[in-house]
């Protein structure tokens, strides 16, 4: 059953703008530490870890310690998910009347390619499912999605296995494959252990670059055949 009280809380949490900006600071799945988070926010380093030590105790945030530093990330995908919602309601018309959503270039580029927590979003998600769809490597429906026996063996084929691959934050509960929303372009883009899978590859392989403090993604000439042979995408992004 549903607790409210637990409704409010976390929504009193979000709702505060620093703590927002610090949430949405790791949206690209990294871990960064409480200075890194305090300067994205525009608060002090004593402040910052006053919010970081409630959002953690809400279990939105985890940390992880190396060394003498405290790196803190997104608990799980399901935090990074009811972020991109609160996203994409954000992101309608202002509700004044006559007053309308000023996209500026630092949007642009967000809405061409970014991180949505592990896996790719944007214009550019969006292309790589409907390529893989159309390529019958994976069939979605409106809640889940699966990994066809030939999709399988293509992915393999171009460097991305499912059984192995790195830096997907494996959990038994993690579906493989599922439609995630995408808040700017109002299509599906895929999550779940294979969006994470792809989003891995293309970093590792150079094929995309992630621009300094933001979470938009500049994708490199080789990406550009890559998409091409890969997905099918020949199209401008």
């Known amino acids: 059953m549903v607790n409210t009280n637990r409704i409010a809380e976390i929504g009193a949490l979000v709702g505060e703008p620093a703590r927002a900006a610090i949430l949405g600071a790791l949206m690209d799945g990294r871990s960064l530490t409480a200075t890194e988070l305090a300067g994205v926010a525009g608060i002090t380093p004593q402040t910052a870890s006053s919010h970081l030590a409630r959002l953690t105790a809400a279990r939105l945030l985890a940390v992880e310690r190396q060394g003498r530093h405290r790196y803190h990330r997104l608990a799980s995908p399901a935090v990074a998910r009811m972020l991109e919602g609160i996203m994409q309601i954000a992101s309608g018309e202002a509700a004044e009347a006559g007053r309308r959503l000023v996209v500026g270039p630092r949007d642009a580029a967000l809405r061409r390619a970014r991180t949505c927590y592990d896996h790719f979003a944007g214009r550019l998600g969006v292309a790589i499912a409907e390529g893989l769809v159309a390529q019958g490597v994976v069939e979605l429906g409106e809640e889940a999605g699966l990994v066809t026996e030939p999709g399988l063996e293509r992915l393999r084929r171009i460097g991305i296995d499912l059984a192995s691959a790195a830096g997907t934050r494996p959990r038994a509960s993690r579906p493989l494959c599922r439609p995630c929303l995408d808040w700017s372009e109002r299509r599906c883009h895929l999550a779940g252990r294979l969006g994470a ?40 992004l």
């Open 197 to 236: 899978a792809i989003s891995a590859h293309y970093l590792e392989q150079g094929f995309v670059r992630r621009v300094p403090d933001s979470r938009a993604l500049d994708i490199t000439p080789r990406g550009r055949k890559a998409l091409r042979d890969m997905f099918g995408i020949t199209g401008p």
